[in-house]
């Protein structure tokens, strides 16, 4: 090799990397791995800090329990319904409770029938209403009323059913499957027989005792029906049953059901065939709207699943009958057949009107009449007035000079009640005229709007309850009430409870005449 050749080689970089020592590296390099580390540690302490609060928040959001409304409804509407050891109050029928999972004591009042107490369990998935029934107070009570009883109740918890079939205990429908293929309602103590309903297929009976304030919990293979044979095994005999109910299971006919149902009485098809049985003969008396179709309903089934509407569509039925009338006999019918409600309030109303027309101002054993039939009349006070009058000694005419006969003083605190009284009976008979008789001040807007409400009201009830006394200064008085009203209009029930004041002026030189001046 010519030796320019060999110093050309030795001149080349040697390929291996040779170490370096530390005194060798820049200083600016080395002062920068520190730096980063230290920015890294930094990063991570912080991240953990800003995800730590956030975990710990969400693992006790989910673990709060979520609240489950409750619907309560009651026979007769118009309860009040609290929890017992909450704040929680509300009136039927738009009562709505939120509670969580578990179980609770509701106490609920009504005037007129007899407090309730009842336990009810709270699941999370509860779909089905809790109903209250009340009992009428006796006409005439001890001196202390019994406390109100425990009713003996048991839960029934399905689970994998099919979503939207029917559930009925003892033939009765206590509700339907939830979208998640579950369902929940109390049941009373005791054995019940449980069916459901699918697509009109009707599951076999299953008898369960149900012990107090134990749980029966039933699942898909409970409620199924019995499966088919396979395709191996012999075909079994046909089923005429089964025959039969598919050829008047679309039928829409009352004779076939019926004739259905006399041929198999306890057959496996017999719970539907009754169950559109009944809503057939519901739409054909809502169809007719008439009394007569509404008894035919009610007479079938007294306590069927329309049998409340039906009694308020006959109940309004027969008082547009004898609203108007001047008999009091035909009054005195319809109040022993409604024996409550609101229908029966102004029936009690009119027959007590057409009593007083027939009393004779003038005759002191006529009015004495009045008040022993009728105690608690609205004309009361006036013909005990009257009496009293027409018992007052005739004066002697004397020589002396005449007196100045000084007016008896009038309750000004009872003249005032007397036109929150005529408020009240000017809404319940839903008559404008009444009530501008002790509102003369109403504006237009006023006299309109409440006599379009009074017009499209078919059924309408005022009660209120006075707040201490009323309060009078000169001619100017103020009382204070708490204020129910209850309605159905254009078919839809409501009801609006308030607190009012009502400001009354008295007119000069008229003793006890009192009017409206303003009501907030």
Request: proline residues 8%; charged residues 25%; aromatic residues 6%.
């Amino acid at each position: 090799m010519p030796a320019a050749t060999r110093d050309s080689v030795a001149a080349k970089p040697s390929l291996s990397p040779v170490p370096r020592k530390i005194d060798q590296i820049p200083a600016a390099q080395v002062r920068q791995r520190p730096l980063k580390l230290y920015v890294i540690l930094a990063a991570s302490v912080l991240i953990v800090a800003i995800v730590t609060p956030l975990l710990w928040r969400s693992a006790h959001k989910s673990a709060a329990p979520s609240l489950v409304r409750l619907q309560v409804g009651s026979t007769p509407p118009g309860a009040t319904v609290r929890v017992k050891g909450g704040d929680q109050e509300c009136v039927t029928p738009n009562c709505n409770l939120r509670l969580a999972p578990g179980s609770y004591e509701i106490d609920a009042e009504l005037a007129g029938f007899q407090p309730l107490t009842k336990l009810i369990t709270v699941t999370p998935d509860q779909n089905s209403p809790v109903a209250l029934s009340f009992i009428p107070n006796s006409a005439r009570q001890g001196p202390a009323e019994a406390p109100p009883q425990h009713e003996s109740l048991a839960q029934l918890e399905i689970r994998a059913a099919q979503a939207g079939a029917e559930v009925f205990v003892d033939k009765q429908m206590k509700g339907k499957i939830s979208r998640r293929g579950t369902f929940s309602a109390q049941v009373p103590a005791g054995t019940h027989e449980i069916q459901v309903i699918a697509n009109n297929q009707v599951s076999d009976k299953v008898v369960r005792d149900f012990p107090e304030g134990g749980r029966v919990e039933l699942n898909r293979s409970d409620l199924l029906r019995r499966e088919l044979p396979t395709a191996n095994a012999p075909a079994p005999p046909p089923n005429p049953e089964e025959s039969d109910w598919k050829q008047v299971k679309d039928s829409h006919s009352v004779e076939n059901l019926e004739s259905f149902l006399k041929r198999y009485p306890n057959g496996i098809f017999s719970l539907p065939a009754q169950t559109q049985l009944e809503d057939l003969y519901w739409a054909r008396s809502t169809s007719s709207d008439n009394a007569a179709g509404y008894d035919e309903y009610l007479t079938k089934y007294p306590n069927g699943k329309y049998s409340q509407q039906a009694q308020s569509n006959l109940s309004k039925l027969e008082w547009r009958a004898v609203e108007n009338t001047t008999d009091p006999a035909a009054l005195e019918g319809f109040l022993r057949k409604h024996p409550s409600g609101n229908y029966h309030d102004r029936a009690a109303a009119r027959l007590d009107d057409l009593a007083w027309e027939r009393t004779s101002q003038n005759d002191t054993s006529s009015l004495r009449s009045y008040i022993q039939n009728h105690p608690s009349g609205r004309h009361f006070e006036e013909a005990q007035k009257k009496i009293d009058e027409l018992n007052r000694p005739t004066q002697v005419a004397r020589a002396t000079p005449p007196r100045v006969t000084i007016p008896p003083a009038v309750d000004e605190k009872k003249a005032v009640l007397d036109v929150l009284a005529r408020y009240q009976k000017a809404y319940q008979d839903r008559d404008i005229r009444q009530l501008q008789e002790i509102w003369p001040e109403m504006t237009k807007q006023q006299v309109k709007s409440l006599g379009d409400f009074f017009k499209h009201a078919s059924t309408l009830s005022l009660d209120y309850r006075v707040i201490g006394e009323p309060t009078v200064d000169g001619a100017q008085a103020t009382v204070k009430f708490t204020q129910s009203l209850s309605y159905v209009a254009s078919g839809k029930a409501g009801k609006d409870s308030a607190t009012v004041v009502m400001q009354l002026k008295k007119l000069q030189g008229a003793p006890g005449n009192w009017l409206v001046n303003s009501i907030r």
